[in-house]
């Protein structure tokens, strides 16, 4: 007591919650640890990127052409790439002018946050979702109403309730797509419902769209700015998870607005006034870009596919083998699977955070858990705020792992949950009867 360092008992974002998770193994156990806990595929060889993209740096470097500042937003061939890009996607053409480079999607979704927050108004964002965008409304002190993302309907946006939650100071709606963390990939007709939606609503739509292409299953990735002669689309998105290289810090954000139904110029004006205060990504990164994103072969994408779609499959059939665990949808998209705990099964396990700690404590496994509320510590200003996904009682796990981790850890999950599970009795076993009545 006594000094003002601050100190959390309880996790407040996926790093803390990692961190916290870590800080529980055990050091008696020799077998090496293994995390489910980001998606961050990198650090594998089987992932490593594409030799074209990192030629393409070699040869920035050495072209001496990229050794300074970068203007506002980007420089114009990178940018471009990104319009072309995009576009390739798209029955209609992009515009250098459309696209800011940021450093990583992050930043990207920070910006939008920061260009749309002013005082009274709110953006409604799903649930379960991704933290850092509500922490980025949080500190601009955007009001944040979470719609539900229905896991019996594959994870599609709970349209119904949208209206309801909506009103004039409402902003805008995000959707990512393929999910992170529902691994969810949307249908033409549902993106079509939510342009529509939205252009009622009088809003737009930001689309999180990091995970653009990785997808697995028999939905094809469809960008959300197809849709955008019906409502104003913002997408985001960067290099990081399609290529593998999320440490070179190099996103976009997009304003897509082919019949303009935006103040185009406003925006760019409080977009380029934001970014002209903010860190830039290397303008290297930026003279790599053209190369990287015109001339990757389908080859690197189908192999990085293939084994993510391998892995995914293990990843199901062995989830669908453990009883406490309940997996409402195969994941078609991005790197992840959100499974729910059946707590009646299991013995002396009361959430999914203590699940999560005693996985971490006897399996050295991470995995997140879906829910935590936080102190008010950071934020005076809000009274809790819901960290990692948002839904309680829900586990978060990557399948973007090498196949030896994977198999390894579904394996320690498979025993952790065997320990655990609660013990038959006399009559038969309750809690098998009532498993069929979990509710989501
Ligand atoms: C990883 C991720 C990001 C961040 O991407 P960077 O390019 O690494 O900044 C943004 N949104 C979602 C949904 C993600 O999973």
Redesign the pocket.
Known sequence: MGTNVLKTETPTSIDDAVYFLKENFNEGDHRPSISFGF??PSCFECFRTTPIAEDAIVEAVRSAKFNSYAPTGGILPARRAVADYLSRDLPYRLSPDDVYL????????EITIKVLARPGANILLPRPG?P??ETYAIFNKLEIRQFDLLPERGWEVDLDTIEAMSDENTVAMVI?NP??PSGSVYTYNHLNKIAETARKLGIIVIA?E??GHLVYGSNPFVPMSLFATIVPVIT??????RWMI?GW???WLVTCDPTGLLRKDEIAESINKLLVYSPFPPTLIQGAIPQILEKTTQDFFSKTINILRKNLDICYDKLKGIPCIMIPQKPEG??FAMVKLNLLLLEDIEDDMEFCLKLAKEESLIILPGDREARNIYFQSVTSARVTVGLKNWLRLTFAVEYSSLEDGLGRLKSFCQRHAKKYTLTGSPAVDQQIHVEH
């Open positions: 998606g961050d940021t450093l990583g999607c992050n930043q990207a979704a991704y850092d965008i990512i999910g992170n999180d990091v995970y985001l998105g960067s290099v990081s998870k999320p810090g190099l996103g991005a790197f």
